[in-house]
């Protein structure tokens, strides 16, 4: 079968110099500028084109051509890039441009890689719905009146809209796989420890993760392997990373792979999201593999446990938001203390200030035994639970989100209606563990539906090998495609 | 179960100023919040913490002198820098 890999395509399109890398590069940004999805807050016209010429003259001169040289790619906003406007979807950071590269940025652009611009996300990845950034949420190709999902929801739209051909997001509660299955994206949380975080903006270090969103496996493998390798500028970074190649398993087949359905995820989900899965587990038996059910009863104490140890993490991050040393600083004040008040209270948006105050309250004397600590024992509970489960099983298979893209401006009762959500998506950050999301179906609506492949720590192989032999499969990742964007 | 002096003391720590608004919309907003999160207190808890996911503990670099980022650009995204300091308001 002939392969539906986005880089892939593009790679032998340049290749073959029916295009070259400028004209496609203009294609895309022809295509950014007059799309209503605001799934960009920057774009960088020049330096894409700059880069491009020179992935142009490297093809005229007959050098060889990396998979990865010339792809017009996207950025999550809170990806540190030198000299370009890095905003984390926040009025904080406006006009704020990094001195330095994030070292997955410093990777890629050593790939020549064509950077397209910087994405809409939830402010400080803070969301569900990328609907707390300050200029509004990025819009789901699939039906403009749904989000794209959050937080990395600007990359999630860019590539499903085909105005990017793939893009980084960032993963701490389910950013990277939450909007990749509400857009019929791949989206891979990798391992802890196994892409560098170096100059990604910190919302909750533990949990943070860079990872791919793509229209394919096969792309989002290419991607992982080059950015997964151990970075001596981040102390998290584990060297096991090093070894982690991905792309030559893919074709592996998975007869007898022992497949476990964790009970307590299916829980209270969306009935189209639970036929879908249903269908997905008969093409699993049909190609060989093992499948049974089991219980983990510790993730129900998942999303507390989460919100407690994210946002205590979060205030202590964004206390280095004062208006001194860089961003948005407030014009009126009398003295250094509110100065630095004024200018957080007017940076920040609701969902930032919620976060943070809990974050400090759980900390706080009096309350941390309760919350705080109480939260990291259970995060161990957790934890072990899972390595027990990998005792039996190879990988896990759940939802990805409990439901398909809900409308934009949805209204909750609290913030944390709001939360129950990431659901199905938090566990694996609370462990460490890496996970994709893959499409497998799409509801009445004609909305995506994703579904979750788990794996214990460094098996991001093993899971996307899987994830491969569904997509040869189905047909899940290109029925159904926006019609916008940029044609390949 | 969250006062309005918790709210007063908590945005205090945070550094926020909150507008008579804003401290009842959190009122409610944290009072939701930590109940939510008050789940935990449901569960056996008494088990070994989990400091850290990371099978990597102090990682060290090698003990060499590199290249630090030049004053200037650090200073770049400053306002008010000044002889190549940060500049604050004299503390009260």
């Known amino acids: ?488 | 179960m969250i006062t309005k002096k918790d709210i007063m003391e908590i945005s205090s720590l945070s550094k926020l100023y909150l507008s008579e608004n804003e401290i009842n919309t959190a009122i409610n907003d944290i009072s939701s919040m930590v109940k939510f999160v008050s789940q935990v207190n449901s569960v056996d808890a008494s088990f070994e913490p989990l400091e850290s996911i990371n099978e990597v503990t102090n990682s060290f670099r090698d003990d060499k002198i590199v290249n630090s980022f030049p004053r200037e650009e650090v200073l770049e995204n400053a306002q008010g820098g000044k002889e190549g300091f940060f500049c604050v308001e004299k503390a009260r």
């Not at chain 1, 590539?159 to 891979?188: E, H, K, M, W």
């Not at chain 1, 609370?430 to 609506?445: K, R």
């Open chain 1, 1 to 488: 079968m002939c392969s539906r890999s986005v880089i892939k395509k593009i790679n032998k399109l340049l290749l073959s110099k029916e295009l070259s890398c400028k004209e496609l590069t203009e294609n895309y940004l022809n295509q950014i500028s007059s799309s209503s999805l605001n799934a960009y807050i920057t774009v960088c016209k020049d330096k894409a084109l700059k880069s491009a010429e020179k992935v142009d003259e490297k093809i005229r001169s007959g050098e060889k051509l990396e998979l990865l040289e010339g792809i017009p790619m996207t950025l999550k906003d809170n990806i540190s890039t030198k000299a370009i406007e890095t905003t984390c979807g926040s009025r904080i950071l406006k006009g704020y441009k990094p001195i330095y590269n994030a070292t997955v940025w410093n990777t890629l652009k050593s790939k020549n890689s064509v950077l397209l611009g910087k994405t809409n996300m939830d402010e400080f990845a803070m969301g569900s719905s990328c609907e707390t950034s300050f200029i509004g949420g990025a819009k789901n190709p699939h039906n403009l009146n749904y989000v794209s999902g959050g937080s990395s929801g600007g990359v999630a739209s860019a590539v499903a809209g085909n105005i990017a051909a793939y893009g980084l997001g960032s993963d701490t509660g389910g950013s990277v796989r939450q909007p990749s299955s509400f857009c019929g994206l791949v989206g891979l949380k990798p391992t802890y420890g196994s892409v560098s975080r170096y100059g990604l903006v910190a919302y909750a270090s533990s949990f943070d993760q860079i990872g791919p969103i793509a229209k394919t496996v096969e792309d989002a493998a290419i991607v992982f392997d080059e950015i997964a390798k151990y970075d001596p500028l981040d102390s998290t970074s584990n060297p096991k990373a090093n070894s982690l190649k991905t792309y030559e398993s893919l074709t592996k087949s998975v007869k007898g792979l022992k497949i476990g359905i964790p009970k307590e995820y299916y829980d209270g989900i969306d009935e189209e999201v639970r036929k879908s899965l249903e269908k997905a587990l008969e093409h699993y038996k049909s190609l060989g593999c093992e499948i049974k059910e089991f219980s983990i009863p510790e993730v129900k104490a998942a999303l507390p446990v989460y919100y407690i140890l994210a946002c205590a993490e979060a205030s202590s991050n964004l206390s280095r938001f004062d208006g001194i040393r860089y961003g948005y600083k407030t014009s009126h004040y009398t003295d250094v203390n509110e100065m630095i008040s004024k200018t957080r209270s007017e940076g920040f948006g609701a969902e930032v200030k919620r976060r943070i105050l809990l974050g400090n309250y759980v900390l706080s004397s009096g309350y941390y035994d309760a919350y705080y600590k109480k939260a990291q024992n259970l995060r161990g509970l957790i934890s072990r639970a899972f390595d027990k489960a990998f005792n039996t099983f190879d990988i896990l298979l759940t939802p990805t989100s409990p439901v398909t893209a809900f409308p934009a401006n949805k209204k909750y009762s609290s913030p944390d209606e709001a939360y129950l959500c990431d659901i199905c998506t938090v566990p694996v950050n609370i462990a460490g563990l890496p996970g994709v999301s893959i499409p497998c179906g799409f509801d009445s609506n004609d909305l995506p539906i994703g579904m979750q492949l788990i794996g214990k720590k460094f098996s991001e192989a093993k899971i996307l090998n899987a994830a491969h032999q569904f997509e040869l499969v189905t047909n899940f990742n290109y029925i159904k495609t926006p019609s916008m964007g940029v044609k390949i």
